[in-house]
């Protein structure tokens, strides 16, 4: 009776995976040609079974999007910090958003578009946070390179990488134009938003970032995010001697 019960049970779980694969091949059509890595060059991290289920089932934008929850998870998640032996955790100041390590933050970025290489926000988001938050603008690029071998369409990656070369060579104004630029397409991520008010603060230029936390504040759908642009509004603010809003 159990193992007939087991039977039954497995054949629910298959029945349902059938139904969500078929469900979301409906709702994101497949691009025609998409320029898929093989599957020796996926980064499976500790996820193997679920990644390549979804990859062999058919149904990697749904897999990349379970991926994707999971790196923000990773990477929302304090790290351990100083005293971490008795307990301690890592907590940036309430003015930053995304410092730390997180040293497999470029392993769970990979293992995102690596699933589903037209995810494009994953891509630049994990860019921005990689050189602009975790001061590691080599991984940035790689990741951006990877981008663009994999989609020579997307223009934003070339803009990202442009802006990340004239970051490394203390080129100010250039960087601020070309993310000025970034924050133009509505599918901007809120993080390079973020990125934008903090260089003009960082540079002194205080009514910019102030406008640039404004639009953050309209726009961030993430409520972290608009806490962190209410907190920046208020400094600036304060600092400009301006009623808060």
Request: with cysteine.
């Amino acid at each position: 009776m159990e193992q007939r019960s087991s039977m039954i049970q497995l054949a629910m779980v298959v029945a349902c995976t059938i139904a969500v694969g078929v469900a979301a091949s409906l709702r994101f059509p497949q691009p025609a040609a998409l320029n898929f890595p093989p599957l020796n060059e996926l980064r499976f991290g500790d996820h193997a079974l679920m990644d390549v289920g979804g990859v062999f089932l058919g149904l990697r934008r749904l897999t990349a999007d379970l991926a994707w929850i999971q790196l923000l998870l990773y990477y929302g998640t304090p790290e351990e910090g100083p005293g971490e032996e008795s307990g301690g955790h890592h907590h940036p100041d309430p003015l930053s958003y995304g410092g730390g390590r997180y040293e497999r933050f470029l392993e769970y970025c990979q293992r995102v578009v690596r699933i589903d290489p037209s995810f494009i926000t994953a891509y630049l988001y994990g860019a921005g946070a990689l050189a602009w938050n975790l001061k590691r603008s080599d991984e940035a690029v790689e990741l951006l390179q990877e981008g663009v071998q994999r989609n020579p369409q997307a223009w934003q990656f070339h803009k990202y990488l442009a802006a990340i070369g004239f970051k490394q060579r203390g080129e100010f104004a250039k960087v601020a134009s070309l993310l000025e630029e970034a924050i133009r397409d509505p599918a901007c991520p809120s993080m390079v938003i973020n990125i934008l008010g903090n260089t003009y603060k960082d540079e002194g230029r205080y009514p910019e970032a102030l406008r640039v936390f404004l639009e953050l504040y309209d726009r961030a759908k993430d409520p972290e995010y608009q806490t962190t642009a209410l907190k920046q509004i208020r400094w600036l603010s304060e600092r400009l001697h301006l009623p808060f809003p």
